[in-house]
């Protein structure tokens, strides 16, 4: 019966190997590679982790805490006839991770497909997502015909898994890759890379500016949300939007024409407020992202204003508590709804945004100085070889000197 031997998680730095190939598992997008001549020329890695800092307060994770390896080896691989087959869970970055595997391919035929996917993911809190640059090899016997591919991907719900369908032709799998004693090694290495540096390595006055977005663009996107274009679909939601933003705007004023919300008590503090025409983020963004996804909508009141008042008298007194009571939880759920929207918004189009380009620019940083490091190791290795070949021609020349030197002897 085929299963797993043994699972080995450490901490690392070296990359074994690259090579070229493009595929997924639940994503349609492209991937980045890079080339297998490094690591066939003994050319390790020479990038530093991602925003490589010391700073645990910005970061959340030291650097050595955000790099892993994880090693799986799987016994008499020939006779699995499992579909797929699954790593245990391995933690990296603050993350757990797993390993799947189709060893007869994934919707794709004579073909090895592994994955890199994020275990209890459907756990997580909504609109999570984590970047991640990963290396998964298959070992052979000789170091140098080892299978290695690796990408960066941003990992989240609709994408949690990443890797190849087309990893390796199964042809090829048996040529030193299976061992004498039937087994398979799989090797990952991931690294995460931490929204928390990018963030906390970001001064202020940039922080400012991208927690901010003018109030005309934030409305135009709800309109177009709620509402079909030139139509009003519900005098509804748009009043209760309307005083949403009333009840922003008073927030921010604190001065008497603050609407009144559900008794000042009950209030959680603001996410946004209004200054200029401005939408502001009022906190750091990875706080407010976590308090919009955990608190609570405004609650309804069970029990309602009573509908007979101590002396008997009923209806008006009623009618009166019961309309005001449903106007302010309507004002409630529209400041809450623009605040989603604004923080949604903010993250979305400006944050995510430059978070993004910070990590390609790290990335083409990295293709960089990996390229300058390999031209370095060729031109090394050409000197060294044009040294060898000049020993080889000077002891060549003593050889030949020598021989001349015995011949002339011989003759005197």
């Known amino acids: ?29 492209l991937a980045e590679w890079r080339s297998s001549e490094q690591v066939e020329n003994g050319i390790t890695s020479t990038s530093p982790p991602y925003w490589d800092t010391d700073d645990e307060e910005d970061c959340g994770l030291k650097p050595s805490e955000l790099y892993g390896k994880h090693t799986w080896k799987i016994e008499k691989f020939s006779q699995i006839s499992k579909r797929e087959l699954r790593s245990n869970a391995f933690e990296i970055g603050g993350y757990k991770w797993y390993i799947l595997i189709y060893p007869q ?16 993911h459907d756990k997580f809190l909504p609109g999570w997502s984590h970047f991640a ?7 052979n016997k000789d170091p140098k015909k080892s299978k290695h591919s690796d990408t960066l991907h941003r990992f989240w719900k609709k994408e949690h898994d990443w890797g190849w369908k087309k990893f390796m032709e199964l042809s090829k799998v048996y040529d030193g890759f299976v061992d004498t004693s039937d087994n398979l090694i799989i090797k990952a290495q991931v690294q995460v890379i931490s929204f928390f540096a990018f963030w906390g390595g970001i001064d202020q006055n940039s922080r400012r500016h991208m927690s901010r977005e003018k109030t005309d663009v934030i409305l135009k996107v709800i309109v177009k949300h709620f509402f079909i274009e030139k139509e009003v679909t519900s005098t509804l939601v748009m009043d209760s939007l309307y005083s949403g933003l009333k ?13 009144n919300l559900l008794g000042a008590e009950e209030m959680p503090a603001p996410i946004v407020h209004v200054e200029n025409n401005m939408f502001v983020l009022v906190d750091d963004v990875s706080l407010l992202l976590e308090r919009a996804a955990t608190e609570p909508l405004p609650p309804k009141d069970e029990k309602g204003p009573q509908n007979r008042t101590k002396d008997g008298n009923s209806g008006e007194d009623f009618d009166n508590d019961s309309m005001q009571h449903d106007e302010m939880r309507l004002t409630e759920l529209g400041r809450r709804t623009l605040e989603i929207f604004v923080l949604v918004h ?19 940083e990295e293709l ?10 060729e031109s090394e290795k050409r000197a060294k070889r ?21 011949l002339l002897s011989r003759d005197l």
Do not use: P
């Not at 043994?6 to 595929?23: A, C, D, M």
């Open 1 to 29: 019966m085929a299963g797993i031997v043994s699972e080995e998680s450490v901490l690392g730095k070296s990359v074994e190997g690259i090579s070229s190939g493009q595929h997924y598992h639940s994503g349609e997008a």
């Open 105 to 120: 391919g994934c919707d794709v035929c004579n073909h090895l497909s592994l994955f890199l996917c994020v275990a209890n």
């Open 133 to 139: 640059q990963f290396t998964i090899a298959i070992a």
């Open 247 to 259: 009840a922003l705007e008073g927030q921010t004023k604190g001065k008497k024409g603050r609407v």
């Open 346 to 364: 903010v993250f979305s189009n400006k944050i995510e945004v430059a978070y993004r380009e910070a990590v390609a620019l790290k990335r083409q």
């Open 368 to 377: 960089i100085r990996e390229e300058e490091a390999a031209s370095q190791a």
């Open 386 to 406: 044009r040294v060898n070949d000049r020993e080889k021609k000077s002891k060549k020349k003593q050889v030949w000197l020598a021989h001349i030197e015995i």
